[in-house]
């Protein structure tokens, strides 16, 4: 594993119980580290709260290719940008967005739980929380 130590891996779990896992990702995307093969290996099992519209982008595709300790992907809960799309894009972004996450759930099995990155402010379009329910309720 990525561990060499017990050390090691108690150091990594205790960051993330004091920091969150998802903050740590996005501080080691600033560094341009990648973190998530340690986390995973620590027995992470997924991820939430991933923003890839901003600075400290997280690309979910590549964090996906990854395996957790049990040989699966990571499970994902999100994407959709809380931070840009959903407050700030239209209707059409939501669903385009939603239909993404979508395809990249299917494309490896499930271990996809569809949400918002992160909690929604008042700036939120009622218009666009609609498209994202009405696009997420759709079978294909």
């Known amino acids: 594993g990525f561990f060499e130590s017990t050390l090691i891996e108690m150091i990594a779990v ?3 119980l004091i ?3 998802n903050f740590a990702l996005h501080f080691v995307a600033w560094r341009k580290i990648s973190l998530a093969p340690y986390l995973l290996d620590a ?3 997924g991820f939430q709260g991933l923003q890839e519209t901003i600075e400290t982008r ?4 590549a964090l996906r290719e990854l395996k957790t300790r049990t040989g699966k992907p990571p ?3 999100g994407s959709v940008s809380s931070v840009t799309t959903m407050p700030f894009g239209t209707p059409d972004d939501v669903r385009a967005d939603v239909q993404r996450c ?3 759930a299917e494309a490896k099995g499930g271990g996809w739980l569809l949400n918002f990155s992160s909690s929604l402010g008042p700036e ?3 218009e666009n929380i ?4 009405e696009e997420a309720g759709k079978g294909e």
């Open 43 to 45: 027995g992470v099992d």
């Open 124 to 126: 939120c379009p009622v």
């Open 75 to 77: 499970v994902v809960v």
């Open 58 to 61: 997280i690309d979910v595709a």
């Open 19 to 21: 920091s969150g896992a």
């Open 130 to 133: 609609r498209a994202f329910f």
């Open 102 to 104: 979508k395809k990249l």
């Open 14 to 16: 205790l960051f993330m």
